[in-house]
């Protein structure tokens, strides 16, 4: 792999970012200045620093970060600030990007990633990769909303009625509900209770698949996942078990 392009896909630098870096002796390889953009270096086996701080090599980075409410899921934005904001600069790459959306005023669970096939396969309906938010209701939860998800909520969808996926929901007490879906339609959750005859006050999204959002892990913070984290993205977990997590962990989310 050429030099300038091992650093633009291992760093935020540009690949003339890199190339200028190169040029000018910043970096090294196996201890020994390479001035020459285009030197060719072994990703798994070549030592390489830039400024003297070692760069290594990651094929792909996953992070899951715990989006707070008031920023946007972008990878920039020139008026508001984005979830990418929160990611500190070295830990930062060309291509990393938010995998699906989660709304202004929605919180929780975000993973931002530049594996393309993995965020594609998380995002499509096709592959019906269970998402799971806490609601935070206007009026307490109501039984017939099991039934009303199961079958699949009509929302207006460009001037015409369009059911969704099926979708389990159970209460977690007083005005929480947990909502299982398949399926990321714009503002759905809120959509389909409002459908309901309710309205979402707040929402956290607290799993995905069978990887919950970590309880020590605070607001607008982020952590790395391990391979293990990964596979569970693509795994499922019981709406019991999830909710039970919910109760222990995430009942008094709202509660200043």
Known sequence: ????????????????????????????????????????????????????????????????????????????????PTVLDLIKPEDRRRGIAPSGRLDKDTSGMLLLTDDGQLSHQLISPRHHTAKYYLARLRDPYRPEYAEQFRAGIFLREGGREEQCLPAECVPVGGQLALLRLREGKYHQVRRMFAAAGNFVIDLLRV???????????????????STKDISLLCEDSSISSVRAFCMQHYSSYWIK
């Open 1 to 80: 792999m050429r030099l300038d392009r091992f650093l633009s896909a291992q760093t935020s630098l540009t690949r003339s970012a890199a190339s200028e870096a190169i040029r000018r002796g910043a970096v090294c390889v196996n201890g020994m200045p390479v001035r020459k953009p285009d030197a060719a270096v072994n990703p798994e086996l070549d030592a390489v620093t830039l400024a003297g701080k070692p760069v290594s090599y990651e094929q792909f980075v996953y992070y899951l970060l715990h989006k707070p409410t008031g920023v946007l899921t972008a990878a920039r934005d020139k008026k508001q």
């Open 207 to 225: 799993q995905i698949g069978a990887l919950p959002l970590p309880p020590e892990l605070p607001k607008s913070a982020y952590q790395k996942l």
